[in-house]
């Protein structure tokens, strides 16, 4: 008999998860409390983790279609002038692209493989044994349950496996708006941009053909923060060599807070939890979504080879999640470099760029790392658990 999964969720997570079990033979059904897949016009980025994923799955080649390949990070003052600057080198893939051809190409072939979803759909909690219990008093049950609900999870919170939350201190907005026709937009073709003015950060990178990506942060206790939309001219005052980029951010929006997610396990009984409900991330490394593919697609192997579902979750975690614990850290500290004075913090960026062995240890760890190499875990992983950063 197939075994069964039940996904709450159909982002990310949960479609890497679905399309992943699916291809092993699985019956999957993912539940959305949408109305419809996800559309929000928003940027991804993946690396060369998160490429090799895609690839497996045999979904690469449309996802990258339209995106734009990224090759160089850049990092200046408000005024545009170089503070550092890094090429990624041949050996590194990065994407950028807009997050809503991603989830369609996920989600069509989810169903093309067999699998189903279902919308309106809100689970609310889960019990060990498999039970999914749903906002309306229905309830299913199954091999296995994913929790792939966000960093504000309710699967998760109910099985009591959240430890603590951390935040940056930060807030963030971020958009995808039309590539501005001037001189800032061409120059940062092909090129991330991180650009300084005391703590507050613009970055700016293309995403698409005629789109670019654009994010906002500041400290936390300024005005910008999760209750203000954004402030047009604070912003302007602050980069104003940028007003192109800054007028074209549609404006009502609010911004998110930046925090780290940490749980007691990823796992209670046949209940996984996977995704930001897990290991959510500051983004300013932009590998969130890398490892949220990486730990969904590690799931989907680790369960399909054990015997028993619990020890095949068991395996999964010893795998993966000091990794990504690691991966937190270091965006955490790479987030808090924005409290740094600016020259103590431009000799730390320099000093970053300047390493080839820093870099690949830090900015480019996750980036580095192949799960869809790794057959199964070894006893030397129980060793390795507690000492990353490791390159894979």
Same mark, same amino acid.
Request: aromatic content about 8%; hydrophobic content about 45%; charged content about 25%.
């Given at each position: 008999m197939k075994r069964s999964a039940e996904i709450v969720g159909g982002g990310i997570a949960g479609l890497v998860a679905g399309l992943a079990l699916a291809q092993k033979g699985w019956r999957v059904r993912i539940h959305e409390r949408h109305s419809a897949p996800r559309t929000t016009r928003n940027a991804v980025f993946i690396w060369e983790n998160g490429l090799r994923v895609l690839d497996a799955l045999g979904v690469l080649a449309p996802v990258t279609a339209d995106g734009i390949r990224i090759v160089r990070l850049d990092r200046r003052n408000h005024r545009g002038g170089k503070i550092s600057s890094s090429n990624f080198?041949?050996?590194?893939?990065?994407?950028?692209?807009?997050?809503?051809?991603?989830?369609?190409?996920?989600?069509?072939?989810?169903?093309?493989?067999? #699998?189903?979803?279902?919308?309106?759909?809100?689970? @609310? %909690? +889960? $019990?060990?044994?498999? *039970?999914?219990?749903?906002?309306? #008093?229905?309830?299913?049950?199954?091999?296995?349950? @994913? %929790? +792939? $609900?966000?960093?504000? *999870?309710?699967?998760?919170?109910r099985l009591g496996l959240l430890k603590w939350r951390l935040s940056t201190n930060q807030v963030g907005y971020q958009a995808v708006i039309p590539r501005p026709q001037d001189e800032i937009a061409r120059a940062s073709e092909g090129s991330y941009r991180e650009y300084w003015n005391g703590p507050r950060r613009l970055r700016f990178a293309p995403c698409a053909s005629g789109f670019a990506w654009v994010q906002l942060t500041s400290p936390l206790s300024e005005r910008f923060s999760d209750t203000?939309?954004?402030?047009?001219?604070?912003?302007?005052?602050?980069?104003?060599?940028?007003?192109?980029?800054?007028?074209?951010?549609?404006g009502g929006s609010r911004a998110d807070k930046l925090e780290i997610v940490r749980l007691e396990s990823w796992s209670e009984g046949q209940v996984a939890v996977v995704g930001s409900a897990a290991s959510a991330q500051p983004p300013f490394l932009g590998h969130g979504a890398g490892c949220t593919m990486m730990a969904a697609f590690s799931l989907a192997q680790a369960i399909d080879r054990a015997r028993d579902v619990t020890d095949g979750l068991s395996a999964w975690e010893l795998r993966e999640r000091a990794f990504n614990e690691w991966i937190q850290w270091i965006a955490y500290w790479y987030d808090q470099l924005a409290f740094l004075p600016a020259g103590a913090r431009i000799t730390a960026l320099k000093a970053i760029d300047a390493s080839t062995w820093v870099k690949r240890r830090t900015l480019l760890v996750a980036a580095c790392r192949d799960v869809t190499a790794i057959a199964r875990p070894s006893p030397t992983d129980v060793i390795a658990a507690g000492n990353y950063p490791l390159i894979h």
């Open positions: 080198g041949e050996n590194f893939g990065l994407y950028s692209l807009l997050r809503e051809k991603l989830l369609t190409i996920l989600h069509e072939a989810f169903v093309e493989t067999g #699998g189903a979803i279902v919308f309106n759909s809100r689970a @609310v %909690a +889960a $019990d060990p044994d498999g *039970s999914l219990h749903f906002a309306d #008093g229905r309830s299913l049950r199954a091999d296995l349950v @994913v %929790a +792939a $609900d966000g960093s504000a *999870s309710s699967i998760r919170d203000v939309s954004i402030d047009r001219e604070f912003w302007r005052s602050l980069f104003p060599d940028l007003t192109s980029v800054v007028d074209c951010i549609p």
